[in-house]
């Protein structure tokens, strides 16, 4: 008798099914980290964003933050930026304040959604309302 190592077709078949539920696990696991890798980004893009309207403030206008708009270069980098990652860019600005927020891909318990906003009073925080107007909520 001769003797045949080696595996068969359904020893072949079962273990290729264990490594595909196995590696749908991870990927499921892995979706919220990816949200939440993408909400930092936004997070630091609105922060880069807020060092740049303090840097243009001119004290000496009626209206110190007038200069801060989404059509500069740098400004509509990190817009693009943050819609690359799935957010929204928003801002407000009047007279002498700014709001400055974006949509972030992390939800709350309840599943609502959640927006980080900064401004020009120093409020930087995650709410659940949509900001308006020229400060955060």
């Known amino acids: ?3 045949r190592s080696g595996f068969t077709l359904i020893e072949m078949l079962v273990v290729v099914a264990i490594i595909g539920i196995l590696s749908a696990a991870v990927l499921v ?7 939440k890798a993408r909400d930092a980004r936004i997070t630091s893009a609105i922060q880069q964003a807020r060092a740049i ?3 243009l403030y001119n004290p000496a206008s009626a209206t110190p933050y007038a200069d801060f708009t989404s059509g ?3 400004v509509a980098k990190l817009v693009t930026e943050i819609s690359d990652q799935g957010g929204s860019f928003s801002y407000s600005v009047t007279g002498t304040q700014y ?3 974006s949509q972030l891909l992390t939800k709350t318990g309840a599943g609502g959604t959640q ?3 900064v401004d020009s009073a120093g409020t930087a925080k995650i709410t ?5 107007g020229s400060l955060c909520p």
Request: charged share 20%; aromatic share 8%.
């Open 53 to 55: 309207a303090e840097t």
């Open 29 to 35: 696991a892995l979706g919220p980290s990816r949200d």
């Open 99 to 101: 709001r400055i927020s």
């Open 128 to 132: 659940t309302s949509a900001p308006s």
């Open 1 to 3: 008798m001769k003797s």
């Open 72 to 74: 500069q270069t740098s």
């Open 115 to 117: 927006y980080y906003c």
